[in-house]
């Protein structure tokens, strides 16, 4: 047994380690920063040019709130407040409410996404009214086109109104994804196919096709989701300038992809976004309602999800990737944007 004073010792040494990892795993306040020449430019460029919102989840104020500017980078404002952790917003389809998942103690990192026990699932109004909880112990939370909610509880999927009532299982991730945990989960428009991300056990992403229930690995990478209005999807992949490129390929009828190789399917390049520069850190790809724009987060360095100076960028898809857009100019993290275009 330890003397007493060493066991003294020892408890403070744990108060003093938890105390320090508290303070100093925060994520960055951080400050603003002056967009360059061409980065202005390009901003003036798309002022008025696109009416809509975007979210997204910064720690410019805190650990990490929700914040809305309009579609073409103006007016950047708060959405929530307080000491949790809200992340992972996303629009109902009219636009007119935001589902996000909030963590239950203060700060949370993005690692325990799928822990269900540490998170819980709200909505609030894009105008900032009515934030409400809508499910406990779930994360991941996002919108079907038809307006009900989509989200995870661990190795599970579900599918509820938007109250939260009648809620029903979809998709079993011990019995069909390998016992896999559910990040990112995505539904096609016709609802017969679930695109997600598979970590714990599995590391992988996937299709679920939700008639035979049989899954189809897609490969590596993350944060897989489909187009609106098309068998198409899209995602991260782990390999490109500056660590990372968003890939964007088509579906077969029956939810499966011929082999990827480098970068492409079957000889046909699948590169979505994989910007030139130091700004090519991709993640949080995310195409607007009618699939004509994309935003994503991406760093000049550093990868983690918390703590790195991500910016959220804009881009209208068949441009030219030099035409993207940087929306954001702020040091604090910034991540997983959403967008409503009208
Ligand atoms: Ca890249
Ligand atoms: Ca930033």
Redesign the pocket.
């Known amino acids: 047994m330890k003397s007493p004073s060493r066991q003294l010792t020892s408890v403070l040494l744990f108060v003093l380690i938890s105390f320090i990892n508290s303070v100093f795993a925060q994520p960055p306040k ?1 400050k603003a ?1 002056t967009p360059s020449a061409e980065e202005a430019a390009k901003l003036a460029g798309l002022k008025g040019k696109i009416k809509g919102l975007i979210v997204w989840s ?1 720690s ?1 104020d805190n650990n990490h709130d929700l914040y809305l500017m309009n579609a073409d980078g103006t007016n950047p404002r708060s959405l929530t407040s307080g000491p949790k952790t809200d992340w992972y917003p996303r629009f109902s389809p009219d636009g007119k409410i935001v589902v996000f998942t909030r963590s239950k103690l203060d700060w949370t990192i993005e690692d325990d996404a799928n822990k269900p026990e540490r998170w819980d699932i709200y909505t609030v109004g894009s105008d900032g009214k009515n934030e409400k909880k809508i499910i406990a112990d779930a994360s991941w939370g996002t919108f079907t086109r038809d307006g009900k909610l989509l989200y995870a509880k661990g190795t599970q999927v579900y599918i509820s109104n938007v109250d939260g009532s009648q809620e029903k299982l979809i998709a079993d991730g011990n019995k069909e994804m390998k016992g896999g945990l559910v990040q990112h989960p995505s539904l096609s428009e016709d609802g017969g196919f679930l695109a997600t991300t598979l970590r714990g056990k599995e590391r992988e992403t996937g299709i679920l096709n939700l008639k035979t229930h049989i899954w189809f690995t897609s490969g590596g990478g993350c944060q897989f989701s489909f187009f609106p209005n098309s068998h198409k999807v899209v995602r991260v992949n782990q390999t490109g300038n500056g660590g990372t490129q968003i890939f964007a390929f088509d579906l077969q009828p029956d939810g499966t992809h011929g082999k990827i190789s480098g970068n492409s399917i079957e000889g046909k390049d699948i590169r979505l976004i994989d910007l030139p520069g130091r700004r090519s850190h991709e993640y949080f790809p995310r195409l607007s309602p009618k699939g004509d724009y994309l935003v994503w ?1 991406a ?1 000049q360095f550093g990868h983690d999800h918390d703590l790195a ?4 960028l804009i881009w209208k898809l068949g441009e030219p990737w030099g035409n993207a857009t940087r929306l ?7 991540r997983w944007p959403d967008i409503f275009l009208e």
């Open positions: 951080g920063v910064t410019r987060g760093t100076d991500y910016e959220i954001t100019f702020h040091s604090g993290n910034d």
